[in-house]
């Protein structure tokens, strides 16, 4: 196959990218209505809404709250709403671009890690435009394929950075010479090469707390790379580069510590001591089953048969590390996944939803799986072992392109599970409802979007008092009756009483595909009129 030109190539990756957000945005629209599969997306609607209309940094408006994960994201949709765009058309725009970036970003890294591989870079943007999940990601509502695209800029930067003399590779291209520049090479250390290190180490700050602000755990891709580059060049141009990178850090990150400082006065949102209280009996499950627990979902696409590829990618850039110290850096991605896996596997192992919290970790390893599979196909061998390879190849193929239809169905399916509970629900809540009764609500999203009112939020995310007790029922009835709670907005399962208790009268039910959402009127003196 002939290579294709970068322009040709990138822009086949962004009108697959549209066309993929596009395709999962009208099987939802087949399958009922147009929505989010999460209910956690109408919570970042709520607050862009509210700042874009109000300037309030609020869930509820008039109550400044910290209930937000990705602030930065929130700023973006805020944006939408101010231009008066609608804001399912802003929205699933803003998760196409983000895929399409992702596409474009993940190709020019495979081209930096295997440049002996032909199209290497146009085979791995498409694995990453057309991987189901990262589709389902873009169209979700949610952060999760902005912090997706950010890692593999920051990674991308982090490469450009450093001055990098070349060394013999087992990755070079066929007649390349050795004195060739590698990607990482920039000159020599003149008085502009010194500016343009400042400039470079800047350009990573800034990005670096913009990907702190899309998702806390950024900080930990951050500081990867820092040792990372550390080790594998360790001169004045480094430390340059690290005052450049701690200005802009500085800058960037200053807007986002005074908000949560304003907020709730930690430098953190409490989502996330929130979302532990809520799974703490995950935590005590033993490691291997919580690793598992969160590796088994990502199993679902074709990037499970790159595993072999990405090991012997992993292989080759290791023979490059031993080489040279400084190629270290082309560990980040690999590095950089299984990080993210182990993190969440030791403080939140929520695997549910698809595992949406570790999706971020399969663009890296898409990136250097796809390069490492088509440079395990080419390395000469015997006949059944070629075979095998590209067979191996061609299945892969074939699994992206079946799963990118069933992911299509299956965004179509978590979309309606949203509408006919959390949405209906809030829908009833707004026409029969008062809007100045207090409503406690563990899934708050579509409720603070369609029927915004006080509430008590059950899962701690804008009531942080919630947290210390939120799995004591006894104590979480005992908050609501002192509050003065009028209504309550529950899944059977996060019910904190009995389905038969006097206190609960039974106003709606849904009846929905998640067990049905009911809303209750609260009777404190257990009697139901």
């Known amino acids: 196959m002939p290579t294709l030109p970068t322009r040709r190539r990138d822009s086949l990756l962004i009108v697959l990218a549209l066309i993929g957000v596009t395709v999962y945005a009208l099987t939802a629209q087949s399958m009922g209505s147009l929505g989010f599969p999460l209910d956690d997306s109408w919570i970042h609607q709520t607050y862009g809404r509210n700042l874009a209309l109000t300037g309030q940094w609020a869930y509820v408006p008039g109550v400044p709250s910290a209930g937000s994960t990705s602030p930065f994201y929130t700023v973006l949709l805020a944006i939408g709403y101010a231009l008066r765009v609608p804001f399912l058309l802003w929205t699933y725009g803003l998760g196409a671009l983000v895929l399409a970036g992702a596409g474009l970003i993940g190709a020019r890294l495979a081209e930096q890690l295997f440049p002996a591989v032909r199209n290497g870079g146009l085979w791995t943007g498409l694995a990453l435009v057309m991987a189901w999940h990262l589709i389902w990601a873009a169209a979700s509502g949610m952060e999760t394929m902005l912090f997706s695209a950010l890692t593999l800029l920051l990674i991308y930067l982090a490469w450009q950075g450093l001055p990098h003399p070349p060394a013999p590779s087992p990755l070079r291209r066929e007649g390349e010479q ?3 520049a590698s990607p990482l090479h920039s000159g020599g250390e003149g008085p502009g090469v010194r500016h343009g290190e400042v400039k470079r180490g800047f350009l990573f700050g800034i990005i670096g707390a913009i990907l702190v ?6 900080v930990l891709l951050v500081g990867l790379l ?3 580059m550390l080790i594998a060049h360790l001169s004045r141009a480094f430390w340059l580069w690290c005052a450049g990178a701690f200005v802009g850090g500085a800058l960037g990150i200053t807007p986002y510590l005074l908000l949560n400082l304003t907020l709730n006065g930690t430098i953190l949102p409490n989502t996330f001591s929130a979302k532990q209280a809520e799974n703490a009996a995950l935590l005590a499950q033993p490691f291997v089953v919580n690793l598992w627990a969160m590796l088994q979902p990502l199993t679902a696409g074709g990037q499970l048969l790159l595993v072999p590829g990405a090991i012997y990618g992993l292989i080759m850039l290791v023979r490059r590390v031993r080489q040279d110290r400084r190629a270290v850096l082309y560990l980040g991605p690999l590095l950089w996944a299984a990080a993210l896996i182990l993190l969440y596997t030791l403080r939140l192992p929520a695997y549910y939803q698809h595992g949406r919290y570790v999706i971020p970790a399969l ?4 990136s250097v799986g796809v390069g490492g599979t088509l440079l395990l196909a080419a390395k000469r061998r015997r006949p059944l072992s070629r075979v095998l390879t590209r067979s191996l190849m061609i299945v892969a193929l074939a699994v992206f392109a079946i799963f990118w239809v069933m992911g299509a169905s299956i965004f179509g399916r978590d979309v309606q599970m949203i509408q ?8 009833w809540l707004a026409e029969h409802v008062p809007p100045d009764q207090l409503l406690a609500v563990h899934d708050i999203g579509a409720v603070g979007y369609f029927a915004p009112r006080p509430m008590l ?3 701690g995310l804008v009531s942080p008092e919630v947290i210390p007790i939120i799995r004591d029922a006894d104590a979480l009835m005992a908050l609501m009756k002192a509050r003065g709670v009028r209504y309550l907005m529950v899944l059977p399962s996060q019910r904190p009483a009995l389905p038969d208790d006097p206190r609960l009268c039974e106003r709606f039910n849904a009846n929905g595909s998640m067990g049905g959402m009911v809303i209750y009127q609260m009777a ?3 009697h139901c009129s």
């Open 213 to 218: 602000a899309t998702r806390p755990e950024g």
């Open 363 to 366: 663009a890296p390893f898409i």
């Open 524 to 526: 404190w003196d257990g």
């Open 178 to 180: 050795p004195g060739r």
């Open 457 to 459: 939020d059950l899962a």
């Open 420 to 427: 006919s509970e959390m949405v209906v629900a809030s829908r």
């Open 226 to 228: 820092g040792l990372l």
